[in-house]
């Protein structure tokens, strides 16, 4: 379990260390949304979208809860408040043989969560 | 993990078979919906809940694609088309010694499909 890339995934969260983000994805990884259906494909739009995420999710409120680690698969629930809203999320992660993550899925619950984070994900990408 | 109790859950999603799936519930089981944030706590509610999710998405398309176990806990995603929305859904399902069901929680994903499920499960509980 020492070689899979979820400890340095933590690492990245907690330092907002993008560069070490860009360090443990493959050129083609794929990000999906919790918001819209269509797989965001390439390093470059997956950056761009977990660093979005990251900062959003930048609050004292944020923990991960529980972690499911299975061969090559994570599944890391967390939570978090924003606005007065309750947020639980899971981000289910992939990666290759060589450490690198090649699939970044994120869920969120319940459909007032995922309707705030939306909103400020809409704000947040626009900068 | 021959001894947990996912086996059962597949059994019964497959059998629609609701008679295993008290079984496999623990008397004091929470269910949180993916739509709303208040959990649902006994075996009752849970059960209701859980029967009729399996009834709406008592559908061809339907199928679980991933499968991460690790302890007591399993978090399982799955895929399926409802009146032609694409929904991608999980499961994280936490069971206790007794290897009955305790914390059953589903996610769902885009926000297109949390919204045509919430519509759907809204009319499959008024019946």
Redesign the interface.
């Known amino acids: 379990m020492s070689s899979n890339p979820i400890k340095k995934w933590h690492q990245v969260v907690q330092e907002k260390n993008f560069e070490l983000l860009e360090s443990i994805l493959d050129d083609s990884v794929v990000f999906?949304?919790?918001?819209?259906?269509t797989p965001q494909k390439g390093k470059k739009i997956t950056l761009m979208y977990l660093s979005s995420v990251a900062m959003v999710f930048n609050v004292d409120s944020f923990s991960y809860t529980?972690?499911?680690?299975?061969?090559n698969?994570?599944?890391l629930?967390f939570e978090l408040e924003l606005e007065g809203i309750?947020i639980?999320?899971?981000d289910?992660i992939t990666w290759n043989k060589d450490q690198k993550i090649t699939e970044f899925?994120?869920?969120?619950?319940?459909?007032?969560?995922?309707?705030a984070l939306?909103k400020l994900m809409g704000m947040a990408l626009k900068y």
């Not at 999906?32 to 259906?37: C, E, M, Q």
């Not at 899925?105 to 309707?115: A, D, E, T």
């Open positions: 999906y949304s919790p918001v819209v259906f529980h972690e499911v680690i299975d061969g698969m994570a599944s629930e309750h639980n999320g899971l289910l899925k994120v869920f969120i619950r319940p459909l007032q969560g995922l309707n939306h």
